[in-house]
């Protein structure tokens, strides 16, 4: 198979997940859409030195890592204007809400990924992983260099991380 | 995440039967676990917007085409820098070494412009001289202007 064929199947079968993958770490458009292009350019570059069934673990580390750089900018340099210009160019209504979804689940979803943004790592890549995206524990273990148990056990303790912090957050707005 | 062995064996043990659950368990905290599963699930995909294809695809061809186009580039200054060095006569560096003859005319040359320029210079000057006028310098201001006058109007100032 030609490297261009082989590149763009793999677009095509990878892509949207890993823009995702950035969009709900990053919680912004414009910083996911650097991330993928960024992650499909090295494909590009390292495609031919790919061994097949080892891309997908390949291609999710490549963006993660990047959003893990960005994240560390971020905490870096923590300010006024940043915070003004993510309220600005936060996530937009986004292609995951349909012309017909409700009010209040188009303000839960924005709740859940506010609040799976704020999770630390690697709960919250392990919740993107393996609860949005739905990938197999192999998969997550291998991208995550983590045991398959590890996977499943820090999955679950993440979620219940959130689910505290969510409760937590519907509480003080009762309050 | 990282708690006694007891704790992560039991949490296996909950994570399994979480997964496993095809309906909502009855323990309360594995069905509030449950429906947030659900939640983020149902929290769908986001499609890989065109415009990141086509700039990921441009720019990867960019750089791939970037050390053709360098190649490219140096061949062409190679070759036009080959060419000139063979076009070029060849130039062996000379040595010149003169003779006593050419150093003798040379000395000869040197010394009849310097004779000929002095002389110059003594007609010229015995010309003009009666026709100059001298400069008022206001010598007679001067407290010694009758040591110096002399020197001024003395009509060979050499010395």
């Known amino acids: 198979m030609g490297m261009k064929r082989r590149f763009e199947q793999l677009v095509d079968q990878h892509g949207s997940r890993l823009y995702q993958l950035a969009r709900l770490m990053l919680g912004r458009d414009d910083e996911a859409e650097d991330v993928a292009q960024e992650t499909l350019v090295k494909l590009w570059r390292n495609v031919e030195g790919l061994r097949a069934g080892q891309e997908l673990p390949w291609l999710i580390t490549c963006t993660r890592n990047a959003c893990l750089d960005i994240l560390r900018g971020r905490t870096r340099t923590r300010g006024l204007l940043q915070l003004v210009a993510s309220e600005n160019k936060a996530l937009g209504p986004a292609n995951d809400t349909g012309p017909g979804d409700e009010f209040a689940s188009a303000e839960r979803a924005r709740e859940l990924r506010a609040a799976l943004a704020d999770m630390p790592e690697p709960a919250r890549s392990l919740l993107i992983l393996r609860d949005i995206q739905e990938l197999d524990v192999a998969t997550v273990a291998a991208t995550l260099e983590l045991s398959e148990n590890q996977v499943k056990v820090y999955t679950f303790r993440a979620r219940r991380q959130l689910r505290c912090r969510l409760e937590e957050e519907s509480d003080a707005q009762v309050a | ?159």
Do not use: C
Request: aromatic share 6%.
């Open chain 2, 1 to 159: 995440m990282h708690k006694s062995p007891d704790s992560f064996e039991r949490d296996l043990e909950r994570a399994i039967a979480l997964e496993n659950s095809r309906v909502t368990p009855h323990d309360p905290g594995l069905a509030a676990d449950w429906a947030l599963k659900r939640e983020l699930a149902g929290l769908g995909a986001a499609e890989l917007p065109q415009r990141v294809r086509a700039r990921a695809r441009r720019t990867a061809l960019a750089q791939q085409r970037g050390p053709w186009l360098l190649g490219i580039a140096a061949a062409l200054v190679a070759a036009v820098v080959v060419t000139v060095v063979l076009q070029s006569p060849a130039r062996s560096p000379s040595v010149v070494t003169p003779t006593a003859r050419d150093l003798a005319e040379l000395q000869f040359a040197f010394d009849t412009i310097n004779r000929t320029g002095k002389r110059a210079v003594a007609l010229a000057g015995r010309e003009v001289q009666e026709s100059l006028v001298m400069p008022d310098l206001g010598l007679a201001e001067l407290p010694y202007a009758g040591y110096v006058r002399p020197y001024f109007e003395r009509p060979d100032r050499s010395g």
